[in-house]
Nanobody, 124 residues
Framework: VQLQASGGGLVQAGGSLRLSCAASGGTFSYYIMGWFRQAPGKEREFVAS????????YYEDSVKGRFTISRDNAKNTVYLQMSSLNSEDTAVYYCAARSGSWVGAEDRTKYFSWGRGTQVTVSS
């Protein structure tokens, strides 16, 4: 499956942004989809994940209550709605796909396909 993330940009602190990730190839609903981010000088970290039928979601603690992951299997697209953004959210955001068990949904090593990333910059 090929992934293409979009929707990044420059936003003021406290603002909102919605990222999208379009998938092509494969059967989208089979995949667990995740969002990760990587800030300059830091390792890529987990942000959120959603199961194939949206029955399960999981969030990194710092984004709980601010970010919402969702998917539309009819459009082969996964979204990340981000609100109350702060400077620590500045990063390149990547979407990724994996199959198999929901266990370890935050483990980036289990994802086999990655999009190119979209830059999110939060100004204070």
């Amino acid at each position: 499956v090929q992934l293409q993330a979009s929707g990044g940009g420059l936003v003021q602190a406290g603002g909102s942004l919605r990222l999208s990730c379009a998938a092509s190839g494969g059967t989208f609903s089979y995949y667990i989809m995740g969002w990760f981010r990587q800030a300059p000088g830091k390792e890529r970290e987990f942000v959120a994940s959603v199961s194939g039928r949206s029955s399960n979601t999981y969030y990194e603690d710092s984004v709980k209550g601010r970010f919402t992951i969702s998917r539309d299997n009819a459009k082969n697209t996964v979204y990340l709605q981000m609100s109350s953004l702060n400077s620590e959210d500045t990063a390149v955001y990547y979407c990724a796909a994996r199959s198999g068990s929901w266990v370890g949904a935050e483990d980036r090593t289990k994802y086999f396909s990655w999009g190119r990333g979209t830059q999110v910059t939060v100004s204070s």
